[in-house]
Every structure is written in structure tokens, then in C-alpha cells.
């Protein structure tokens, strides 16, 4: 059965969707393989839509032993597209870190407000407006300003919910 013609364009393509990871947000193991959400079997359909990145443990557990069903592995591919188009690479490792750890508050360093802009947007992180380390800078016209070297975040019920959300694999809107 030749199933490997898969483009090696297509083969990128997925495995940069998932950032060259198991697409299963629990998992994220950094060993890939493509493999077809429909199998090819069925449909010999090798298009990036029917393709995503899993480690051989949980391609074994989809294709074999049918622990993760094919409706899940649907959504896993779905709601990566939302994370690329939606989230910076930042906040995408964020919500797999807060997922594990299950904190509610988290600290970044300089410019970390430029790296959880879309997250704070969609009020899934609350800036409080801690007062941190912060420097100065003044101009040889006297113009000064402050600038935070730290940013405090809470995790909101509602990123507590999305986070959640993108763990199981259900809908993200
Ligand atoms: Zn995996």
C-alpha cells in the first residue's frame, strides 16, 4: 500500500501547524509522524485537511487501539487552526504550561505584554497592575519616563475555561 506520497510541502505545512509536536494538547511530544485522521484506506486522501501531527505513542492509541476516536482528533485539528491564526507562539505555549500546572497566576518579563496582547484582548489574562521592577529612562531633554520590567497576570475564569476547552479538544468559540 504506497500511503507515502504525501507532498513533502503538505508534510511542513502539518507539521508546522502543530509546531513540529503531537497535535494532542496533552501529549505535545516533540517525535512526530503525519498521520491521517481518515485513514487512507478509506479514502486515500493525503490533503493537509485529512493530515495531522502525532507522536508514534499517540498515533498507536488513534489508529490501532482507538483510544482517541476520530471526532476528537478532528477537533484537535480544529482548534489548532484557531491557535495559530488567533495566538502567538507565547501565549500558545502558555495555555499548554497553565494547563499542566493548573496556576492561576503567572509573571513575564520585559515586552511580555506585547506577548499576551490577544490573550488579554480576549480576557482570558487580567493585567492587574501589580507593581513590580520597573527602570527609568531620561532624555538629555528631560524627558523621563517609567518603564515595568515585570508583568503580572491572572488567569481568568474565562481562560481558565478556554484552556480547558483546548485540552479536551472541544469547541474553542
Ligand atoms: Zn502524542
Not at 501531527?53 to 471526532?71: E, G, M, S, V, Y
Not at 505584554?113 to 531633554?141: C, H, P, R, W, Y
Request: charged residues 25%; glycine residues 6%; hydrophobic residues 35%.
Amino acid at each position: 500500500m504506497s500511503r507515502e506520497h504525501i507532498p513533502a510541502s503538505v508534510q511542513r505545512a502539518v507539521l508546522v501547524e502543530a509546531g513540529h509536536r503531537c497535535a494532542i494538547p496533552t501529549c505535545r511530544s516533540t517525535t512526530t509522524e503525519i498521520a491521517h485522521i481518515v485513514p487512507w484506506a478509506e479514502t486515500q486522501d493525503n490533503s493537509f485537511e485529512n493530515l495531522i501531527a502525532l507522536c508514534p505513542n499517540c498515533h498507536t492509541r488513534f489508529d490501532q487501539k482507538k483510544d482517541i476516536d476520530r471526532l476528537s482528533v478532528r477537533k484537535y485539528k480544529q482548534n489548532l487552526g484557531i491557535l495559530n491564526n488567533r495566538y502567538g507562539e507565547c501565549e500558545r505555549r502558555l495555555f499548554s504550561i497553565l494547563a499542566k500546572n493548573g496556576e492561576r497566576i503567572f509573571v513575564l518579563g520585559p515586552g511580555g505584554d506585547v506577548l499576551v496582547a490577544n490573550a488579554v484582548q480576549d480576557g482570558f489574562f487580567e493585567d492587574k497592575q501589580v507593581k513590580g521592577m520597573s527602570f527609568d529612562i531620561t532624555s538629555s531633554d528631560g524627558f523621563s519616563k517609567q518603564f515595568p520590567m515585570t508583568f503580572t497576570y491572572w488567569v481568568t475564569d474565562a481562560g481558565m475555561a478556554f484552556i480547558k476547552h483546548y485540552m479536551e479538544g472541544s469547541d474553542l468559540n
